[in-house]
Nanobody
Framework: EEQLLESGGGSVQAGGTLTLSCKIS????????MAWFRQVYGKEREGVAG???????TYADYVGGRFTISKDDNKNTLYLQMRDLQPEDTAIYFC?????????????????WGQGTQVTVSS
């Protein structure tokens, strides 16, 4: 069974930087995509950034060049470096995987999810 475990969340001041990690263990699909999503309490979960197996990257428009998604296939780990964080970035951040290599950031395309890690940005 594939499992995802996020880490790296925390509390920072506006303008700060955090790097999230997502360790993937268990069964690994041959053509998977991986992505980061976030959810503010009371709102729907939204896509942040995604990366396919060959390395095609998609970012949500609101990222504005502040976030960088990357992966280390040897370590089965997905990363999200977040710079210039703002209070509106406060959310629970989730990683997820898709088995057929989608480039989409639509939540319904992702099958396996982590538990999430909290990111809090104060002004």
């Amino acid at each position: 069974e594939e499992q995802l475990l996020e880490s790296g969340g925390g509390s920072v001041q506006a303008g700060g930087t955090l790097t999230l990690s997502c360790k993937i263990s268990g069964y690994t699909y041959s053509g998977y995509s991986m992505a980061w999503f976030r959810q503010v309490y009371g709102k729907e979960r939204e896509g942040v950034a995604g990366i396919t197996l060959p390395g095609y990257i998609t970012y949500a428009d609101y990222v504005g060049g502040r976030f960088t998604i990357s992966k280390d296939d040897n370590k089965n780990t997905l990363y999200l470096q977040m710079r210039d964080l703002q209070p509106e970035d406060t959310a629970i951040y989730f990683c997820a995987t898709n088995s057929w290599g989608t480039r989409s950031l639509l939540e319904r395309y992702y099958e396996v999810w982590g538990q999430g890690t909290q990111v809090t940005v104060s002004s």
